[in-house]
C-alpha cells in the first residue's frame, strides 16, 4: 500500500478506512471492529478516519473498546471537530451549529483522546467551515493543540480556498489536508478549483464518499455500464474502478472508504491494480458528466 506523506513525522495510507458507520452496525463488540481494522491492516491500510459527530457522537468510544496497545501502535487517528447536534453529549443543544471556539476545539480534543483511549490524535480537521469562525481564535487554537502534544498535524474538510486562506492566514502551523466530498458522482472539485488549489500546493486532499454513498454501485446508466465493462476487464468489482479513477489523479488523492461488510473491507486494495489508463478515466468522466468534455 502506498503512502501519503503530509508532513516529517506523519505519513497515511493511501486508502483510509471511514468509520463514519460504525455505531450503525449490529455487532458493535470490540471483536468485531477489531476484526475491521485487522482486515484493513492485511492490506496495509493503517489510517483509520473518525469525527466525535459520527455515531451520535459515540463511534469514537466504539473504537477505542476495540483499540489494543499492538493495535494504536499500527494505525493512525483522524478525527474532526466542531459540529454540535442535539444528540449524545450535546442533547441539550438547541439546534445544529457549528463551534470553532478555542474552547470547544480544546474540549473535544479532549473527549476524542478520552473515548478512543489514545495519547495523541494524529490528524484534527475542522469538520465543516463555520461562518462565525474568528480565523485568530481557531488558528491560535490549532496551533495549541499541536503545541501540546496532543494532536500531531492538522487540516480541514468541507472548506473552499477562501475559507483555507483565511484559517491558515492566522496560523503558525501548515495545514496538511483538506476532506472534500469526491467521486465519480460528485466530481464538480476537478473543475471549479478546490483539487487545483491544493494540487498547486502539493497538498493532498482526501475524498469522502468516494463511492457517492453507495449510489455508484446501483447505478442503471451510461456511468453503471462503464464501470462494468472495465470492472469486467480488470476483474473487480465497481468499487474498486470508482476508487482507481480517483487514485489515478496527480493530485494523490486519500479516498475514505466506509463500510462495516468486512467482505468490501478485505476488496478495498482491489482499486490499486486497477489498470485506470487516460482514456479509461476519460470514458468514466465523461458518462458522468453525461456529454464529451467541451
Request: aromatic residues 6%; proline residues 4%.
Amino acid at each position: 500500500m502506498e503512502r501519503i506523506t503530509l508532513q516529517p513525522d506523519l505519513s497515511l495510507s493511501r486508502i483510509v478506512y471511514g468509520m463514519w458507520r460504525l455505531g450503525d452496525d449490529q455487532d458493535t463488540s470490540p471483536r468485531n471492529v477489531q476484526a475491521k481494522i485487522e482486515a484493513c491492516l492485511e492490506q496495509g491500510i493503517t489510517t483509520m478516519d473518525q469525527a466525535d459527530i459520527y455515531g451520535g457522537y459515540m463511534a469514537e468510544e466504539v473504537m477505542g473498546a476495540a483499540l489494543t496497545p499492538e493495535i494504536k501502535d499500527r494505525i493512525e487517528v483522524v478525527t474532526k471537530c466542531d459540529i454540535v447536534a442535539p444528540m449524545g453529549r450535546y442533547a441539550d443543544a438547541p439546534l445544529k451549529y457549528y463551534d470553532t471556539s478555542r474552547a470547544h476545539i480544546l474540549a473535544s480534543v479532549d473527549h476524542s483522546l478520552r473515548l478512543m483511549g489514545i495519547d495523541k490524535i494524529d490528524l484534527l480537521l475542522i469538520h465543516r467551515p463555520d461562518p462565525l469562525m474568528d480565523h485568530h481564535e481557531t488558528g491560535a487554537a490549532l496551533d495549541e493543540v499541536v503545541a501540546s502534544g496532543k494532536v500531531r498535524a492538522v487540516g480541514v474538510s468541507n472548506f473552499k480556498l477562501y475559507d483555507w486562506t483565511l484559517l491558515q492566514s492566522a496560523m503558525k502551523t501548515k495545514l496538511v489536508t483538506n476532506q472534500i466530498e469526491l467521486s465519480l458522482g460528485a466530481h464538480e472539485a476537478f473543475t471549479n478549483g478546490d483539487v487545483a488549489y491544493l494540487q498547486e500546493r502539493g497538498i493532498p486532499p482526501m475524498a469522502w464518499s468516494p463511492l457517492g454513498g453507495g449510489a455508484l454501485m446501483t447505478a442503471d446508466d451510461a456511468l453503471g455500464r462503464a464501470m462494468d465493462a472495465i470492472a469486467a476487464a480488470e476483474g473487480v468489482d465497481r468499487a474498486a474502478v470508482a476508487v482507481a479513477w480517483l487514485l489515478a489523479h496527480p493530485a494523490r488523492i486519500m479516498p475514505v472508504m466506509g463500510t462495516n461488510t468486512i467482505s468490501r473491507i478485505k476488496g478495498f486494495s482491489d482499486a490499486l491494480a486497477v489498470d485506470m489508463t487516460r482514456t479509461r478515466w476519460f470514458e468514466l468522466y465523461t458518462a458522468a458528466l453525461g456529454d464529451e468534455v467541451p
